[in-house]
């Protein structure tokens, strides 16, 4: 357990050494993850930490899930070319639901210490304030690649920004964490909760750090904003087909960031897959409903067959432009759509749409097909 902690997913660790040691001491750790609900949609590449977490606590090991209600309303900066919008109260509380939520679906929650950082930051006033801007140099902080980029664009960096790490390093005080985890963009905020221990006489935290997963198309980062993305909260059937259009290389690196079951050495490519998929369908619906959609997936793929049960995309214009019809349908954006369309990835009723411009009359009951895995039954 102890190697599979400190090398299955695994980038960097400070201090290797001395994380390694602790955990063979025996010594009950309190591991910590920041969250920052900025946004309602997760996917896989979002529960990267999640599953450290959940090893960290089948170790026996403290788990400290911090949400971050307060430091959401100011944004992380983290590898951000501008200011993130400012989000309200009632925005932060109702995405913290659903992240709890799909938690709760790695590590257990009952067993879980989850704290809100408003519990120390919202009423520290001016005093803590003062305090914790001792706590960096500005060179240190402008340093940052990120900030360096902005100001290199002309871009404003907001004192308030420059300020999130140490916020974010105030939380590992207020907890008293021995490690912090992330992803490897959040190297310089854990560093500075270092730092920030040390300020106030604390023993100095390791921290963990994980690459950022790639997407679907295993070029680009998991993001929506890519359309390479296999959301948390996708239908079976969707989840799984996403998960199968993944390329080969992508495999292994799947199954040790986003599962807790080893990459299997024997399989080929295809069957592989379709473990990598049953699992982690598993791991989010049930392990009868990754069952069925492995089943549905092998019909519709294999054998050429349709879907027992197609979505309905509704329609008004019974002559839409395409790439309009394809956004309704959930790509992301038209570009996205534009793309999807001269690569030959979009069919409707098994034939080929290349012309992104077309407008294709529908009476009703059509199949429209986008990539591999996404079906939808007309409805005028």
Do not use: C
């Not at 914790?132 to 340093?143: D, N, P, R, T």
Request: aromatic letters at 6%; zero cysteines; proline letters at 4%.
């Amino acid at each position: 357990m102890i190697k599979r902690i400190l090398t299955r997913g695994v980038e960097e660790i400070i201090v290797k050494s001395h994380l390694e040691g602790l955990l063979r001491s025996g010594k009950k750790l309190r591991v910590k993850l920041g969250i920052d609900p900025t946004a309602p949609d997760l996917h896989l590449g979002h529960t990267v930490p999640l599953i450290k977490l959940g090893q960290f606590q089948k170790a026996g090991h403290k788990i400290v899930l911090i949400i971050g209600d307060f430091t959401a309303t100011i944004g992380d900066p983290s590898g951000r070319t501008e200011a993130r919008k400012p989000l309200s109260e009632k925005q932060v509380k109702s995405n913290m639901k659903k992240y709890i939520s799909f938690a709760g679906k790695i590590i257990n929650i009952k067993k879980t210490e989850i704290r809100y950082n408003s519990e120390w930051l919202k009423g520290g006033g001016v005093k803590l304030f003062l305090e914790l801007a001792k706590g960096a140099s500005v060179q240190q902080i402008l340093k940052r690649e990120d900030f360096k980029k902005r100001l290199a664009l002309g871009n404003d960096v907001s004192v308030l920004e420059s300020l999130y790490p140490l916020f974010q390093g105030y939380d590992s005080v207020a907890v008293k964490a021995d490690v912090e985890i992330g992803g490897r963009d959040q190297k310089l905020n854990l560093l500075m909760g270092r730092r920030v221990q040390r300020f106030f006489g604390m023993p100095e935290q390791d921290i963990m750090t994980f690459p950022l997963i790639e997407g679907t198309d295993g070029v680009r980062k998991m993001s929506k904003s890519y359309g390479n993305y296999v959301a948390l909260d996708e239908k079976p059937n969707e989840m799984f087909g996403k998960i199968m259009s993944i390329p080969d290389s992508l495999i292994k690196i799947y199954f040790e960031a986003l599962t807790d079951v080893d990459a299997p050495k024997s399989l080929n490519s295809y069957k592989s897959k379709l473990l990598l998929a049953e699992t982690i369908v598993g791991m989010y619906h049930s392990k009868g409903t990754a069952k069925k959609a492995r089943e549905e997936f092998i019909k519709v793929f294999s054998k050429k067959e349709l879907p027992k049960e197609l979505p309905l995309l509704k329609i008004k214009n019974k002559k839409p432009d395409i790439m309009e019809l394809l956004v309704k349908a959930g790509v992301p954006s038209k570009n996205e759509a534009r793309r999807l369309i001269m690569q030959g990835g979009v069919k409707i009723n098994g034939e080929t749409k290349n012309n992104p411009n077309e407008k294709t009359a529908f009476r009703g009951g059509e199949v429209l097909r986008i990539g591999k895995h996404r079906f939808f039954k007309i409805v005028i």
